[in-house]
């Protein structure tokens, strides 16, 4: 959390985290394409080698005030390959809420759990605790045929009470209920550290 107090800013740092190609770009792209152009900065792309890191910022209006300041949400993706690790530290850093992007392929498990582990040791290293912190964990590409079942997931990840919404983010579905899953966190977070 940053406080621009000159602008009256609250400035809160959301991070889609995952294995490569679990949907994370996908996510924000999905949320960009639907957001007022009004109330959101251009899509910035830096490319790695075979993935994409993002960012953009969201200025949502409907938050309405929090302590008098306007909330002013950036929303980040990690590049997912192991070989990135630093990368993915550092966009970590200072984020206020994360989301968690699991492939549903069966093919993808292996990958998701070591992302996991790595999204957990992370946070750690930077003090934070991540059974309080928020997070939530989306399961994507639900569609797929052999797609695994959210209870599946769920259990191998070892999920302890964090939300857990499944999706299909190329159509868009389940994009925005995990949006709202994590502001509402982060947003309920923020106001009970400054009341």
Known sequence: ?????????????????GPALSG???????????TNPQRRGELVSLKTQGDRTLF?????????????????????TV???TYYEATRKLVLKDADGVVFVADSAPAQLAANV???????????????????FPLVV??????LPNALPPATLRNVLRLNGSPVVSAVAVQNQGVSDTLKAILNQVLARVQKEMT
């Open 138 to 143: 989306q399961f994507n590409k639900q569609d």
């Open 79 to 81: 590049p997912g390959q």
């Open 114 to 132: 070591h992302s996991w582990q790595n999204l957990k040791a992370h946070l750690v290293s930077y003090g934070v605790q991540y059974e309080s």
């Open 1 to 17: 959390m940053l406080i621009n107090w000159r602008q009256r800013e609250l400035n809160l740092k959301i991070v889609y985290y």
């Open 56 to 76: 953009f910022d969201f200025l949502q209006l409907e938050l309405g005030k929090i302590g008098g300041l306007t909330p002013k949400i950036h929303l980040y």
């Open 24 to 34: 994370k770009t996908t996510n924000l792209e999905q949320i960009h394409a639907r």
